[in-house]
């Protein structure tokens, strides 16, 4: 129910490609199942609780008064087995808003467009989290140019949520410190320790 650390909230797209993209995402989210997550066909199961299904269409509601539009979804499924959202897209959402700043952790793709790679790495970097992050590009020098740019743990180029555990993993800013996994996870749980000898005589010892 995109309640994952890592899932990704903001979609950053460009401005020239946006209704064919966004057309395409709404299709595949047609698709999605929403359902029992024991349900090996479920995609999308139940949000935790009551109170944060209120958060998270709070943060929906509040994007859509400052301007937003729900593009798809954005409706509570009726049901006795949890408490569900269906899959939203928001669109016209701006790097001001809080539901562009904030962790929202539920089923909510926040669309915003650029012109230029500055902007899009404007927008990229203006929270405070930096977890993980993807960027899609034709152009390799693009790619690597926006991920050695971005400000987080993590960046896909041309794919997302792939990992593997010899690979570090952690987040930037507010998004945690050290690093999970890979050879960085086996020194914090290393207890090390210094043995120093010195052989001869000491010269320069400040007792004399």
Same mark, same amino acid.
């Given at each position: 129910?995109?309640? *994952? *650390? ?6 950053i &797209?460009h ?7 966004l057309?395409?995402?709404?299709a595949?989210?047609?698709?999605v199942?929403v359902?029992?997550?024991?349900d ?5 199961g ?10 998270v269409t709070?943060? &929906?509601?509040?994007?859509a008064?400052d301007?937003?539009?729900v593009?798809?979804g ?5 049901s006795?087995?949890?408490?569900y959202?269906d899959?939203t897209?928001?669109?016209? &959402?701006?790097?001001?808003?809080a539901i562009?700043?904030?962790?929202v952790?539920g089923?909510v793709?926040?669309v ?10 404007r ?9 993980s ?5 034709a152009?390799?020098?693009? *790619?690597?140019?926006v991920?050695?740019? &971005?400000r987080?743990g ?10 593997y555990p ?7 800013k ?8 890979g050879?960085?996870?086996?020194e914090d749980?290393?207890?090390e320790?210094?043995?120093?000898f ?5 010269t320069?010892?400040w007792?004399?």
């Amino acid at each position: 129910a995109g309640e *994952c *650390c890592n899932a990704g909230s903001r979609l950053i &797209v460009h401005e020239a490609i946006a209704d064919d993209f966004l057309g395409a995402v709404k299709a595949l989210t047609a698709r999605v199942t929403v359902g029992d997550p024991l349900d090996i066909s479920t995609k999308v199961g139940a949000m935790i609780s009551s109170e944060h299904l209120a958060k998270v269409t709070g943060y &929906v509601a509040a994007a859509a008064n400052d301007g937003s539009s729900v593009y798809s979804g954005g409706k509570q499924i009726a049901s006795s087995a949890g408490q569900y959202l269906d899959p939203t897209i928001l669109r016209g &959402v701006t790097e001001d808003m809080a539901i562009a700043r904030e962790e929202v952790f539920g089923p909510v793709l926040s669309v915003l467009t650029f012109e230029s790679i500055e902007e899009a790495l404007r927008i990229a970097n203006n929270t405070p989290y930096g977890l993980s992050a993807g960027v899609w590009s034709a152009s390799i020098d693009t *790619c690597m140019s926006v991920a050695r740019n &971005v400000r987080s743990g993590t960046v896909w180029v041309n794919t997302f949520m792939e990992g593997y555990p010899e690979l570090p993993f952690g987040g930037y800013k507010q998004s945690g410190l050290g690093r999970e996994l890979g050879k960085r996870a086996v020194e914090d749980y290393t207890e090390e320790k210094t043995i120093q000898f010195h052989r001869g005589q000491r010269t320069g010892w400040w007792v004399g």
